[in-house]
Structures are given as C-alpha cells and as structure tokens.
C-alpha cells in the first residue's frame, strides 16, 4: 500500500494568512491526488482532484501542486470558514489511501 | 443531484455483524460504482472496499477481505456493505462514497453511519 505523510498535523493561523500544507507519498502517484476538507460532525468535502484542478464551487483561494512524491495544497487567505481538518488522498493504485490530516484552527 | 443517504446509527456487540445501507439517486445507479470508507473516532480515513453498480463485482481491501461484503440493490439503488465479527476497533464512522466517471476521487459522499462497538 501507498503511505501518506502529511505536515504538519496541526496549525493555528489568523485571518488572511497563507497556510500551506504538504503530503507525501510513499511512491511516485502521477499527481493522481485529492484534497478534501472535512468540518466536526460531517463528511469530507472534495476542493481539488489531479494534484491542481480545483472542484467546481471550491473558492479559487485554494490551490494544490506538486510532482512526483510531494504535494501541496495552499490556502492563499484563510477565511473564517476554512476551519476543520484537510486530508489528502491518493488514488494511483488501489487500495486507495489518505493522509493522517492537517487540523486547521483559526487564531 | 446525486445524493447518498445512509441507514442510521448502530450499536452492536463484539462478534456480532452490521449492515450499513447507502441509497443513491440522481444518477443512474448502474453507471457507477460506490466505495467505503470508514473513520475511527479521531482517526483518518480508510478505504474498505468498491463495488460495481453495474455487474456487482467487487474489490476489497485485503484487511477487510475476510470479514466484508458489498452487496447492491439495482431495482432500489441501493448499495450495503455488512461487517462480520464485530471487534471493539470497528467502531467508526461508515461513509459511501461515489468517484467521478472512474476518476478515482470522490466528490459524492453520504452522510456517515457511526458504528459502536461495544
């Protein structure tokens, strides 16, 4: 199976900061990548899928990139709303697998 | 719009099994296929298994090989994954989930069935 390391588990940030976060693979997974967020008490929700392409709906202040083994997903402004955990998700080979999380609080 | 609804939560005994219902519309059921996916309490996220919509095939991820079965509905559009021999370490959140075409990532999720095992 693929494992998925991200970083960093947690991270406090204020309004307007650029919060970046990374996750890496145990293998090469051809930016076959998603990102997901998931708020308390509810299902995860898809913000980009293929490493980059942003979900339709999903605010353009996120972003993803990277290559190979490394990914990152960038929140260019945190927003009030963008609290919760982001987890990210290979899906190159089965069985699909996803990260520990990145639990995003805001100061 | 496609929706996933989910059977509510369950309380079991160790040894004892659960059978999670998902209903889907807003598709045609046939076309695709619906995964699981579980969350421990506090935990990450973990894929279980997929089944096709289409001809029923499976394919299970080899910790749960043993213990899960996927079964669909088509006249109902309705998918179950049932979990033999309960253990105290079941107890998770259940979600069906839907890819894109057979993109990989899953933009349809149901809402959750929490599962106690206790």
């Known amino acids: 199976d693929i494992q998925m390391t991200q970083s960093p588990s947690s991270l406090s940030a204020s309004v307007g900061d650029r919060v970046t976060i990374t996750c890496r693979a145990s293998q090469a997974i051809s930016n076959s990548l998603a990102w997901y967020q998931q708020q308390e008490g509810k299902a995860p929700k898809l913000l980009l899928h293929t490493a980059s392409r942003l979900e339709s709906g999903v605010p353009s202040r996120f972003s993803g990139s990277g290559s190979g083994t490394v990914y990152t997903l960038t929140i260019r402004s945190l927003q009030p709303e963008d609290f919760g955990t982001y987890y990210c998700?290979?899906?190159?080979?089965?069985?699909?697998?996803f990260g520990l999380g990145t639990k995003v609080e805001i100061k | 719009q496609v929706q996933l609804v989910q059977s509510g939560a369950e309380v079991k005994k160790p040894g004892a099994s659960v059978k999670v219902s998902c209903k889907a519309s807003g598709y045609t059921f046939t076309d695709y296929g619906i995964s699981w996916v579980r969350q421990a309490p506090g935990q990450g996220l973990e894929w279980m298994g997929w089944?096709?919509?289409?001809?029923?095939?499976?394919n299970y991820a080899q910790k749960f090989q043993d213990r899960v079965t996927m079964t669909t509905d088509t006249s109902t559009t309705t998918a179950y994954m049932e979990l033999r021999t309960l253990r105290f370490d079941d107890t998770a959140v259940y979600f069906c989930v839907r890819e894109d075409y057979s993109s990989g990532w899953y933009p349809y999720w149901g809402q959750g069935t929490p599962v106690t095992v206790s």
């Open positions: 998700h290979q899906y190159y080979s089965l069985p699909g697998t």
């Open positions: 089944i096709s919509g289409y001809n029923g095939n499976t």
